[in-house]
C-alpha cells in the first residue's frame, strides 16, 4: 500500500515555540481542516471541509497567541478530524466518524481496516509521539508540564443556542480546570461552562485521559465558541485565557508548593 501522505504534503503536525519556557504544554487537535490528497476530500464538497464539523474554526489562532503570550510550547494538528480525530482513542466509535452533526461523510463510509491503519499510522500517531516526546523530555529535565488541549465549538448544536461563551473540561482531575474556571468566572459579564459544552471522558477523548490522568500531570480543557473568534476575539481570548491560567496555576503553587 502506498503511503496516505505524499512526500509533497505537510507534515502531520507543526509546533511553535518548541523552547517556550513556560510550564504550560499547548496542543491543538482539531487546529487543520486539511484532507490528504489521496482520500480525495472524503467525497464532501469544498465549502463542508470549511465547516466546523472538519475543525475546530479560530483554536489554531487563539493557541497560537496563548502560545506566545505564555512563551508556551505549542503543537498543532495539520489534517482534518474527518481523517482521524486526534481526541479519540484509535479504533474507538467516534474515531474515523460516518456522520458528523447531520453530514454524511463519503469517505468514511466503508474504510478498510488497512486504511483506518495508515490514518492511525500517519496522521495520528505523529501527532501524539511527539507529545510524548516533549512530555517524557521534561520529565527527564525535572521541568514541569502542564497540558492544556485547546478547542472550540459551534454556536448553535442540532438547532439549539449555547450560552456558553466558553468552557473548562476535566474528567477525574479537577485541580486545574476548578481554578482556571474560578478564574475566568471572576469577570460577570461571562457565561463559562463547567464540564460544558461537553465533559471530558475516556471514551470522548485523548489527551486529558492519556496525558493528563495517566501521567498525573495538570491539565484542563479549553472551549471557546466560535463566534467569539473574529481576529479581535482571538487576541482577547488569547489574553484572558494567559490571564486565567497563570493565576490558576499560582493558586495551585500556593496551595501544595
Ligand atoms: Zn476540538
Given at each position: 500500500m502506498p503511503p496516505l501522505l505524499a512526500a509533497d504534503e505537510p507534515a502531520a503536525f507543526r509546533v511553535e515555540r518548541?523552547?517556550?519556557?513556560?510550564?504550560f504544554v499547548l496542543i491543538c487537535d482539531h487546529a487543520g481542516a486539511r484532507v490528504p490528497r489521496?482520500?480525495?476530500?472524503?467525497?464532501?464538497?469544498a465549502e463542508e471541509l470549511q465547516r466546523h464539523i472538519a475543525w475546530d474554526i479560530g483554536a489554531a489562532e487563539v493557541a497560537s497567541r496563548l502560545a506566545a503570550l505564555l512563551d508556551a510550547f505549542l503543537i498543532l494538528q495539520?489534517?482534518?478530524?474527518?481523517?482521524?480525530?486526534?481526541?479519540r482513542p484509535p479504533g474507538?466509535?467516534?474515531?474515523?466518524?460516518?456522520?458528523?452533526e447531520s453530514t454524511r461523510i463519503p469517505g468514511n463510509e466503508s474504510v478498510p481496516a488497512s486504511e483506518a491503519l495508515a490514518r492511525e499510522r500517519e496522521v495520528f500517531r505523529p501527532y501524539h509521539e511527539r507529545i510524548c516526546a516533549e512530555l517524557d523530555r521534561r520529565k527527564a529535565a525535572q521541568q514541569p508540564g502542564i497540558l492544556v488541549a485547546v478547542h472550540s465549538f459551534t454556536p448553535a448544536f442540532h438547532g439549539r443556542q449555547r450560552p456558553w461563551h466558553a468552557g473548562v473540561l476535566y474528567n477525574r482531575d479537577r485541580r486545574l480546570a476548578r481554578a482556571v474556571l474560578q478564574a475566568l468566572r471572576a469577570d460577570p459579564e461571562l457565561v463559562v461552562g463547567?464540564?460544558?459544552?461537553y465533559a471530558a471522558s475516556d471514551s470522548t477523548d485523548y489527551a486529558i485521559p492519556v496525558y493528563g490522568e495517566q501521567r498525573g500531570l495538570l491539565h484542563v480543557g479549553i472551549e471557546l465558541r466560535q463566534?467569539?473568534?473574529d481576529e479581535a476575539g482571538q487576541q482577547e481570548w488569547a489574553g484572558r485565557l494567559a490571564q486565567a491560567l497563570l493565576e490558576a496555576h499560582h493558586r495551585l503553587e500556593e496551595i501544595s508548593p
Open positions: 518548541e523552547h517556550g519556557r513556560s510550564p489521496r482520500l480525495d476530500s472524503l467525497g464532501l464538497p495539520t489534517y482534518s478530524r474527518l481523517v482521524i480525530d486526534c481526541n474507538s466509535p467516534q474515531s474515523i466518524v460516518q456522520l458528523s463547567d464540564n460544558e459544552p463566534d467569539l473568534l
